[in-house]
């Protein structure tokens, strides 16, 4: 069944610290993978998405993710996180013209 | 930029009651969806759409459930016997041509069923 996990519901991190939020997949096809991001009030906008070549996807504000086939995952990092960045993160992944979303993590950040 | 946009941005009903979200995607968008969250949940599909057709639905895409392009520019999701349990966020989404365009979303709609 196709299926998206995120592992960290909620996170609370400090400005300037690093982050990395998991998120795992299971689906047949050739995977298309996503992250979009839910400011509060605002709606899903797209951070960055993989659909094949270089693994390691670059996104807006300084977010990346990289695709590990062999361990079906597509996580996001961002090296030093603002307070702005808090928000809803949801990982999906085009199934394979649907997207399947993940419970999503909230990002808590404190100046 | 151009934006999805839906309205209402909240909408609040009698069970029973027949409600109609309007979406209107971004103009030169040809294919449309539409997903639900209710409070708490994940991010559901509900229903795609092509060339005035639905292209693929859900489970939950009952027959209570009904989408229509009834002109050019707007999208409109129909549920015709509202049950308390269809109380969520409902958002619209379109894109382009390929796969590999991006699916924009809207702000969503917050349907309240009492």
């Known amino acids: 069944a196709q299926s998206v996990s995120q592992h960290n519901h909620h996170v609370i991190l400090s400005e300037a610290a690093s982050l990395e939020l998991g998120c795992n997949y299971s689906?047949?096809?050739?995977?298309?993978l996503f992250w979009y991001v839910q400011y509060p009030g605002q709606h899903l906008q797209l951070l960055l998405k993989y659909f094949s070549g270089d693994p390691l996807v670059k996104g807006i504000k300084g977010f990346e993710a990289e695709f590990i086939k062999s361990k079906f995952s597509f996580n996001l990092r961002k090296p030093s996180v603002q307070w702005s960045d808090t928000a809803e993160y949801f990982c999906?992944?085009?199934?394979?013209?649907?997207?399947?979303f993940g419970t999503g993590t909230r990002l808590q950040v404190f100046p | 930029e151009p934006e999805v946009t839906q309205t209402p941005s909240h909408q609040v009903t009698q069970m029973g009651q027949e409600v109609i979200l309007r979406c209107v995607p971004i103009s030169n968008h040809l294919y449309f969806y539409w997903y639900r969250q209710i409070l708490g949940q994940k991010v559901e599909f509900l229903v795609s759409?092509?060339?005035?057709?639905?292209?693929?639905k859900s489970e939950i895409f009952d027959d209570q459930f009904s989408v229509e392009r009834p002109d050019g520019s707007n999208f409109t999701l129909k549920i015709r016997s509202t049950k308390l349990e269809d109380s969520a966020m409902y958002f619209c989404?379109?894109?382009?041509?390929?796969?590999?365009?991006?699916?924009?979303f809207g702000p969503g709609t917050r349907l309240t069923v009492l």
């Open positions: 759409f092509y060339n005035n057709e639905i292209s693929e």
């Open positions: 999906a992944v085009n199934a394979p013209d649907k997207l399947i």
């Open positions: 989404a379109s894109r382009e041509r390929e796969i590999r365009d991006t699916q924009y």
């Open positions: 689906y047949g096809g050739t995977v298309n």
